[in-house]
């Protein structure tokens, strides 16, 4: 079994910064792929960037390319999103996932395990 813990969320300005963390633990695979999502209220739940945990293969949503970094601390079991420039419309609830195969996917139901989520509020 994998638990993932998200961390790091909380309320700031536009045009701030937060950093998330994702911290994993159980049967976590060397030959899996960590991804981020993101959930308004009303909306549904999509991804933000996704990456190998090798670091071979990443992926970012456009409306966070050149603001968002996803990176990963192997030695920690840990995944984590920088998030630079925030917006409100970057207001949701965030989501860790870890999908137990190589490669990246866009769809949530690609994924085996998640977090419980973490709010980040950005205020105009």
């Known amino acids: 079994q994998v638990q993932l813990v998200e961390s790091g969320g909380g309320l700031v300005q536009a045009g701030g910064s937060l950093r998330l963390s994702c911290a994993a633990s159980g049967r976590t695979f060397g030959s899996s792929t960590m991804g981020w999502f993101r959930q308004a209220p009303g909306k549904e739940r999509d991804i933000v960037a996704a990456?190998?945990?090798?670091?071979?293969?990443?992926y970012y949503a456009d409306s966070v390319k050149g603001r968002f970094t996803i990176s990963r601390d192997n030695a920690k079991n840990t995944v984590y999103l920088q998030m630079n420039s925030l917006k409100p419309e970057d207001t949701a609830v965030y989501y860790c996932?870890?999908?137990?195969?190589?490669?990246?996917?866009?769809?949530?139901?690609?994924?085996?395990?998640w977090g419980q989520g973490t709010q980040v509020t950005v205020s105009s």
């Open positions: 996932a870890l999908r137990r195969a190589i490669g990246v996917r866009r769809i949530p139901d690609e994924y085996d395990y």
């Open positions: 990456m190998t945990w090798s670091g071979g293969s990443t």
